[in-house]
């Protein structure tokens, strides 16, 4: 699937002569394939060692609060939330311990908020999930990677104990999964495992403590608190979803209660360093490229009766690079990634955040280093959204408040621009574009703008197709911004989180078509 060179070379021919507009028709019905999308489509993958930074101890976190039910409002349901991650397989239970104990390595200029090298966790620790909105699904993932059954047993105890209380029913928050093991593909490399490791090797370990843990947490039928695998890093790891299916991951007693596989995914990675570019970021071909590569496992999934997810993903793994991750172009990487992926198949992506981590859609608590260099600040950086933040915004709009919308891309003949229709029953709603032209801080020329001639396809509406609609934009000054951004006039850089600013669209005639400019997002909501 990947681009040869004189693909390559007809893109860029294609971008000297610049196409000012471009003709679109959208389909009046959704194809029958096209997949219904989850309110909780963007979801959030939280790093284990500073989880009560993000929920709050004794009281809860107001502002990371407030940035959940926000998209709440928006879709009827909050995020679903999954906390975990590399530090899940670092993380061990006493019961004397307040909260959480944590041990971390020394800040670097290139990772300025490392995962803890060790954390114990105690009861409360499990217990502040009571601080979450109502409805939100959570997964917890237990440690597996230190081959302790007693310590990931006693996790389990514990979250059950959480779940089964009185406040967190009440408050319909629900344990979806329990996720044994963070990245089994990458234990040799962090010394965890011998060289010789395998995927027989792994599914014969999972179901050992799949055994014990279903009993620890009465997890007997699929119906009720489901397993999610341990979570696959990524498929150059050696180790895919077919490889376990194919080692026996799914034949035993306890392999049945599995119900989704998570698969990890990052475009690339920022582990050394290195100078990374925006817009290879911001690019429709890398986009589908780096998700079409995974149909082959989602297919094999799916045909197993299972559902597909990415548990945890973002643009850059180890946090993201910096002018990169944290910047408004990466909101349009975000909105575009996660659209396409609903195409392939996949059910959820869970966007993974850490306090400090640069790819963050949202920094929960003050940061008193840069989340960019690691130097100490002067004065700490209060809570706040970042860029990403608005294309759950954005994308949570798109689907609106129904747990049956369906959703299509539309064929947008054009190197830059990509296309989603959404739609309630058999009827078109709304539609979102992406144009993924970087206009930068550097840019020097004036911004350019595309034309969309917007028509439709077939037969709704006896093939007429509306012919009013509403515009809002994602008005993004340049891809390199990392605030400033506003959705309709309304903007999130606020204090407590809470959305400031009064909303507004611009109304026009579908025949008239829109205009969007390099480095926005618009919702066109068809009247
Ligand atoms: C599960 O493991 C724990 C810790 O090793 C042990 O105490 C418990 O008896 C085990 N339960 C079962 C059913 O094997
Ligand atoms: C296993 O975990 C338990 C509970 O956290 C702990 O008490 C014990 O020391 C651990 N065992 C080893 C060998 O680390
Ligand atoms: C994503 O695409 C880029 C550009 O082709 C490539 O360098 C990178 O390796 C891809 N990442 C994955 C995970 O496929």
């Not at 589908?288 to 995974?294: D, F």
């Not at 909101?331 to 059910?347: K, N, P, R």
């Not at 992406?434 to 034309?451: I, M």
Request: proline share 5%; aromatic share 10%; hydrophobic share 40%.
């Amino acid at each position: 699937m990947a681009r040869t060179a004189l693909q390559k070379l007809s893109a860029l021919v294609l971008l000297a002569s610049f196409t000012a507009a471009v003709d679109v028709a959208i389909p009046l019905n959704p194809a029958r394939d096209a997949p219904v999308i989850s309110p909780s489509h963007i979801s959030l993958s939280i790093e284990a060692d500073r989880w009560t930074s993000w929920s709050g101890t004794t009281s809860r976190n107001e502002f990371f609060y407030n940035t959940l039910d926000n998209l709440k409002q928006i879709t009827g349901a909050p995020p679903n939330i999954r906390i975990g991650a590399d530090s899940e397989d670092h993380t061990f239970f006493r019961s004397d311990v307040d909260f959480q104990e944590a041990v971390f390595p020394d800040p670097t200029a290139n990772t300025p908020y490392p995962e803890a090298a060790s954390l114990v966790v105690g009861d409360s620790y499990y217990a502040t999930t009571r601080f979450l909105p109502p409805g939100t699904h959570v997964t917890w993932g237990v440690n597996f990677g230190a081959q302790n059954l007693t310590s990931a047993y006693l996790s389990t105890r514990s979250i059950v104990k959480t779940f089964n209380s009185a406040e967190v029913k009440k408050a319909g928050i629900v344990l979806d999964y329990l996720e044994i093991g963070n990245e089994p593909d990458h234990l040799v490399k962090d010394g965890l495992r011998p060289p010789t490791y395998s995927s027989a090797d792994w599914v014969q370990e999972w179901t050992s403590f799949a055994n014990n843990i279903s009993l620890a947490a009465g997890i007997t039928e699929k119906s009720y608190t489901k397993f999610i695998t341990s979570s696959l890093a990524g498929l150059k790891w050696g180790m895919s979803p077919s490889k376990a299916f194919d080692a026996g991951l799914t034949n035993s007693k306890v392999g049945k209660l599995i119900s989704t596989i998570s698969q990890h995914q990052y475009s690339g990675n920022f582990c050394s360093g290195g100078d990374f570019l925006l817009q290879a970021l911001m690019d429709k071909y890398t986009i589908r490229s780096n998700l079409t590569i995974l149909v082959p496992e989602i297919r094999k999934t799916q045909a197993h009766g299972l559902k597909f997810i990415l548990g945890e993903t973002n643009s850059y793994a180890c946090h993201g690079a910096p002018g990169v991750s944290n910047t408004a172009g990466a909101a349009l990487w975000q909105i575009d990634y996660s659209l396409y992926a609903s195409q392939l198949g996949i059910e959820n992506l869970f966007f993974h955040n850490g306090v400090g981590y640069k790819y963050n859609m949202i920094q929960p608590v003050a940061l008193d280093r840069s989340s960019l260099t690691g130097e100490s600040l002067a004065t700490p950086e209060p809570a706040h959204v970042q860029p990403t933040y608005y294309a759950a915004v954005v994308v949570a709009e798109a689907i609106d408040k129904s747990t049956n919308t369906r959703v299509a891309e539309i064929n947008v003949d054009h190197p830059w621009i990509s296309g989603y229709a959404f739609y309630q029953g058999s009827q078109l709603q709304r539609a979102v574009f992406v144009n993924l032209k970087g206009h930068f801080a550097s840019t020097t020329t004036e911004r350019e703008s595309v034309h969309i001639d917007l028509g439709f396809a077939g037969n709704a509406r006896g093939g007429r197709g509306p012919s009013e609609m509403t515009v809002k934009r994602l008005a993004i000054k340049t891809a390199n911004d990392v605030a400033g951004l506003t959705w309709g006039g309304v903007s999130y850089d606020t204090k407590d989180g809470r959305p400031t600013g009064r909303v507004t669209v611009e109304k026009g005639k579908v025949s008239e078509g829109v205009d969007i400019h390099a480095t926005e997002a618009i919702l066109v909501q068809f009247l």
